[in-house]
């Protein structure tokens, strides 16, 4: 603030993430925006929530706090699917992990009303998004109110607040108060109970309770349905829940994002570089996405388990090709730059360990650039969930050749060595357009490309908004005919194989309505058709998620059906098992499931078999996993147990050494009090040597006389009967 002149802030962003100046963290952009619209911005990154102190570092900001929990949920970042806290905080440098509190959002509001009271404050970000309504919170395991009320915020900003956000600031400069403050879209706020409830209209739409959805499963899975037939942006419906004698109002979600708006967006000057403050320490996230580029915005795919749709919306955002492309380049002048140290080579003396690869080119869904409805008066009404599920909207265009062509025109960026599409990607959407395919199994890809079928059985991808297993078989099978013909890019080709790229799935464990058997025969799927999935998810029931309802009703809210739902750990952990095989770790585990099912005809040596009748060889495969986790534990606290005995046996030696330390210390201080004695006794001091010193003369028994010299003295003798006892070896006493 001081170098930049500055004796206050208009706005203070407050983020449980460290701060990274990246368009790929929100403060950031967010930031940057606002510093573009000349207004004055700090930022107070993951700050001590124990005391409001920090939130006193820049001073009472003039228009208000804008808080945030971060990227992520909180909760999802502490916790994993089995409650248990995670070893690593992907968006704290140095992945440390307590860098924020549980529910930060909730913590930061106080903590700004507690250091400036009235103060405007403003919750947003993932976290205040979905949970906007009431929500069912899988770590507390009950119903929560919407966290308009629970943080006390003026105003709650859902989904993508550049737009929302900025209107609403423009208007606090103009001298508007807060109060007043009621219409914009991406909005929520507090009805207080003084206030008289809006009448349901058309465009108004009144929701169950928060006391209706938490006596009636029923009513929560109502709601849930009702939500999302209304987040069309263009329906402009306004959802009115009653929470108690308060209400929450949630205005219309914000109109997408025009292109000329996010290429404007994207063009502001980020540094790409974490906070000098950080040091040497790393950032997970930000080593993960430094050389990546978001190309749009949005999701149709309308998966269950995912609230994309809800926070992002349907629409896809698309940047033009230019935004896109200076992006990339300027990454590729940023990495010859730290190469030469500072001078930019020419574009004919690049050298090759100066190139650069983008790590991903994409967003929520990759091959979604530039796609949409084509209907655009059909749009503005539709309230379907899904454009690709249960069947592809005839409305939707399906052409690649924008995409496409940004990629080529990305490749062909002097210092860019490889771009790599790492975002997901729709194998249902990608072989409408079989160019696609060919362009990114030649240029695009790693050794191996990801894809997403989650499971194999039909009623479960029909939960989960996915196209049935048969289309991914389409898509590998294409992509194996692709890989087998010469190498016309840059495709790695290995001597002696032919498929030197292979397929990799990603698969869900726990979801709703996946049974034991199912996952079984999903097992047997994967093996007959040669697929290893490198990772399995557990399902994570988060706020604002269809597959959520599902966990806690037991209803599929858009039918109302029954569904089956996997509560327990141990079948939780036991379906991640099957599904991991091949992984000699999930043996015993694969084991259990196999007899409990009764399908003992899968454990053997035939070619259906998913595991031998024995356990692999090694020692630590025999053992269950029971054993192993009691094992475990014991290292982990044989471990503790040492470390605080090294520390102990540390601060003994420490106390030792301060204690010698100071008896020397007072041994000296002593020596020198005795010296400064001596010589200020007044006494003269001879320096005579030893030689001209007189010798006096010792008696036997040592001792000087009056005048100083030694002389011999007489013994003195003993006295009969003085000294009696009795003999050293018994018997009668003796006396002298």
């Known amino acids: 603030m001081l170098d930049r002149g500055w004796d206050c802030v208009d706005i203070v962003f407050v983020t449980g993430d460290a701060y990274v100046d990246h368009p790929s963290f929100a403060t950031a952009l967010l930031a940057r925006l606002l510093e573009s619209e000349g207004l004055r911005v700090g930022v107070l990154a993951q700050p001590d929530w124990r005391s409001a102190e920090p939130w006193t570092t820049f001073g009472q900001p003039r228009l208000a706090f804008c808080v945030s929990a971060g990227n992520m949920d909180s909760m999802i970042n502490h916790y994993t699917a089995n409650r248990k806290v995670r070893n690593e905080d992907a968006y704290s440098p140095g992945g440390q992990i307590g860098l924020r509190p549980d529910r930060a959002t909730l913590a930061y509001c106080q903590r700004s009303r507690e250091a400036y009271p009235g103060c405007v404050v403003i919750a947003g970000g993932v976290e205040a998004s979905l949970r906007r309504l009431a929500h069912y919170d899988y770590w507390s395991d ?12 003026d105003l709650l900003v859902y989904g993508m607040g550049e737009k ?4 609403i600031l423009h208007r606090l400069r103009n001298g508007e108060s807060i109060e007043t403050i009621r219409d914009v879209r991406g909005t929520a706020y507090r009805l207080k109970k003084s206030e008289d409830l809006p009448e349901e209209t058309n465009t108004t739409v009144h929701l169950p309770s928060l006391e209706e959805v938490e006596a009636d499963k029923s009513q929560f899975a109502k709601m849930t349905r009702m939500i999302y037939e209304n987040l069309n942006p263009y329906l402009g419906i306004t959802l009115v829940q009653e929470n108690d004698l308060e209400a929450v109002v949630v205005n ?6 025009e292109t000329v708006e996010l290429d404007r967006l994207y063009a502001l000057p980020f540094t790409r570089l974490p906070h000098p403050a950080y040091g040497d320490k790393k950032i997970p996230a930000f080593e993960m996405i430094k050389h990546s580029i978001c190309t749009h915005r949005g999701c149709f795919g309308g998966c269950t388990f995912c609230a994309l749709t809800a926070h992002q919306g349907k629409d896809i955002q698309s940047r033009s090709v230019e935004s896109v492309v200076h992006e990339a380049a300027g990454i590729a002048a940023d990495k010859q730059r730290t190469a030469d ?47 690709l599920s249960p069947t592809q909207c005839p409305h939707l265009a399906t052409d690649h050749s924008a995409l496409i062509e ?23 959407l990608a072989l409408c357009d079989t160019r696609y395919v060919a362009e990114l199994t030649e240029y695009h890809t790693g050794g191996y490309i990801k894809t997403a079928p989650e499971h194999t059985d039909p009623t479960v991808l029909e939960l989960m908004n996915k196209p049935p297993i048969e289309n991914h078989e389409q898509f590998c099978t294409l992509f194996e005919t692709i890989n087998r013909q010469p190498a016309k890019g840059d495709r790695s080709v290995v001597p002696g194989v032919t498929n030197a790229r292979s397929v990799v799935p990603y698969l869900m464990a726990g979801f709703p309505g996946t049974t034991l058997a199912m996952t079984i025969e999903a097992a047997v799927y994967l093996k007959r058709h040669g697929l290893r999935s490198d990772q399995v998810q557990e399902f994570t029931p988060g706020p604002f998620e269809l597959a959520t309802c599902m966990y806690y009703t037991g209803l599929n809210p858009i039918t109302g059906q029954p569904v089956y739902v996997p509560f327990r750990l141990r079948e939780r952990r036991l379906q991640k098992a099957l599904l991991m095989y091949h992984d000699p770790n999930s043996y015993h585990d694969v084991k259990s499931a196999l007899r409990e099912a009764g399908r003992e005809d899968l454990i053997g040596t035939g070619q259906d078999c998913l595991i031998a009748p024995y356990p692999p060889k090694s020692d630590a495969m025999r053992r269950t996993s029971r054993v192993k986790r009691l094992q475990i534990k014991n290292e982990t606290d044989k471990k503790k147990k040492e470390e605080r005995r090294t520390m102990f046996a540390e601060q003994l030696r420490q106390e030792e050494f301060e204690r010698q330390e100071k008896l020397r210390a007072e041994r000296l201080e002593k020596l020198r009090a005795e010296r400064s004695e001596r010589s200020y006794s007044g006494r003269p001091h001879s320096k005579r040597s030893s030689s001209n010193r007189p010798h006096s003369k010792r008696s036997s028994s040592g001792r000087p006389d009056s005048s100083g010299s030694f002389k011999r003295t007489a013994k003195r003798p003993f006295k009969k009967g003085v000294r009696k006892g009795p003999r050293p070896g018994g018997g009668k006493p003796f006396s002298r």
């Not at 210092?415 to 729709?426: L, P, T």
Request: hydrophobic fraction near 35%.
């Open 406 to 428: 940004l990629m080529q025109a990305v490749r062909k960026i002097e210092g860019i060595n490889k771009v790599f599409i790492a975002s997901g990607i729709r194998t249902d």
């Open 341 to 387: 140290g500072g001078r930019v080579l020419p574009n004919d003396s690049v050298a090759r360990n100066s190139a650069v690869s983008i790590s991903d080119l994409g967003g929520p869904t990759a091959n979604m650039y530039a796609l949409g409805c084509k209907n655009e008066t059909l749009k503005k009404s539709c309230r379907r969930l899904s454009c």
């Open 142 to 153: 009950k119903i929560k109110r919407s966290m308009v009320l629970d943080s006390k915020a």
């Open 164 to 167: 929302p956000l900025l209107e």
């Open 252 to 257: 219309p979600p914000s109109l997408p994002m």
